[in-house]
DNA sequence: TCCTAAGCGAGACGGTACGTCTTGTCTTCCA
DNA sequence: TGGAAGACAAGACGTACCGTCTCGCTTAGGA
């Protein structure tokens, strides 16, 4: 179909800008770029950026779709990795991807781009540790404290340790990263949740 | 002495331009507001402005000093009212430094400068949580995780829950919110600092 | 083609701002124009204005181009009307140029824009009586005085001239003031050039 | 007196000043010179330049009365040196007096200082011919051409060669310079004036 | 195979805000 | 009390981006 080819040049065109982002990013500040430089790495005119993407920010939103993507697809691939505690959250995923593209993750977090990313990724924790949490939470809601209290706390005290960990010279692994993590969250949770801790005292 | 007299004028000119900067945050977001209008409701000329301040944050932080020493000051004055768990984080002081100044703090949040108070906040939040720990880690240090992780991961909670507080309904007290907050942190915290929690089971 | 629609435009764009320009140097003293009013009769954005012109001063000289266009145009169109001795100099032109544009030219003198429009003026002045000169002493050399210091004490006369004139109530002719300037220079001058003046006494 | 010690400090403080502008005009362009620039130097504040002048361009026309009254005494001391044609204009104190301070005459006319030195100039050169010219012209007032006109048209030949010449590299004298000002000058002139020139042919 | 509409590059443009610069006024202190 | 010091209001300057636009070129699917 002739829909199909179009798309093909639209979507070859979109990821070329995406790239040249990504690549400025590594570079330089995310808000020291400008969309000159980014449609002149691309090749790709002034218009047609605009026609595609509303300005910067939302071109580098439009990349966390495959970001969510990638990061879902580990949350299965590694479903049955997760042992003890960490079953609960995933977190380990997330240190994991945070530690294969460190340079990506820092370069956001020092170009003042994080605050998107921060809120898309406490965002998409949050709804992943609540997606969690309800599935365990089926058979009895004897909640002491509110979902969203729960979720938003773990996200926020996860991104934060996320964050440490990158700004610090990572002399961690991302297992002992979530190992950590788990120690400081799970025991204040688990009590939360009315769940008894096997491994408890 | 002549320093004084200058002094005064000069401090009075900072403060009509923080006072100007802080009313029109409330009236819109912060990244929106232009220096043209900052100076205009302060009455004050351009160049008098970039005489004081590198550019509008650095006008927008030097109004947390005193934002600080407020915090810091409440910090000794309810020292006292701190009971249980709380005494080791001193957070109550936040939930209700953040309710008194609710509008303001929201106005931050939705307006864009929530990055550079957050980066401050979150500063100010590790160090006030380590000064503690500290204090009370003088005898034993059997830590299993190390200080910063823990600061870290307490601040971010802290803040995290902080955010969605203040963006939601705020239909919780600020003494409910710190309670929920110590139920959540507490137990992986006590348990990390190598500490019994005597209400433990 | 591309590039002459594209000419065409920043045709257009130089040509309105050139017009603002002269509309507004009739209204207020050139040197109390600001860009901004330059632009804002113009229609066209400040960056526009930049993009065409280094600053004020530029545009202005920008429009002697059409100014020294006209002039030349009208020494040719003269060319026979030219009697006597003016032949030498054809400086009824700037006379009747002066006189047709005056409101301008009065306009430039009194506003501060005139250093430009006088030093373009005697340059163009000097090089349009070393012309003329020049081809009638193809012959024969025998000059007492150096060429030029006869074009530049010729421009500057004229441009006195010029200037007095009007700033005076213009009560006199251009060809009134024309002959006079040619009573006052020319003996001078065709002894200088060793002409003998066929009209002398 | 006090008033007499206030006096001199007074003008001390204006010497200063001049003398500041001065030495600044040699350094670089008058335009581009600063009041703070002119203060500094001066060791004056800034509220001292504005309580003795108008602003820069009031200083600079300030130090013109020494100038006016160096040039007049000049006439005076050289009034028998003049000879020939030159005893109608004096032309040679000019040539003169802008040969030995060069260096301040060509700061100002490459500095854009010299609209209001040639403003300044003309005048004085009108009015120092017209003086002239009226002594000789009190017994037979047969003009052929009005006076102003005369005066104008000398004193912007006589500016113009004098630029051209500080503008060149002076290889000329300034008797040179004279002699083919009057060459050029005088044979027009005192036709206008209905002299029979004695020397004629 | 040709045609026609969409995607595209190139870049001019209007507009907004920036941070700098200079001016002339005003206030405060000192000698 | 006059002058030095310098803070200040005012506002123009030239720069940097932005997001919109107009213009032809290319190109691929439908005729």
Redesign the interface.
Known sequence: MAAEKTDRRIQRTQQQLQAALVSLILEKRYDKITVQEIIDRANVGRSTFYAHFQDKEDLLVSGFVSWEQELHQQFHTHAHDAEGADHLLHSLTFFRHAYEHRDLYRAMIEG?G??VLVAVG?QHMSASIKAHLDTILADGPQL???L???T??????????L??WLN?DMSYTPEQMNE??C???????L??LGIHDEN??
């Open positions: 003042g994080s605050d406490r002491t404290i509110p969203p209290v729960i938003h706390f773990l996200a926020g005290g996860l991104l934060s340790l964050m440490w610090s950590m993590f120690q400081l969250a799970m025991p204040g949770v009590q939360a408890g005292p």
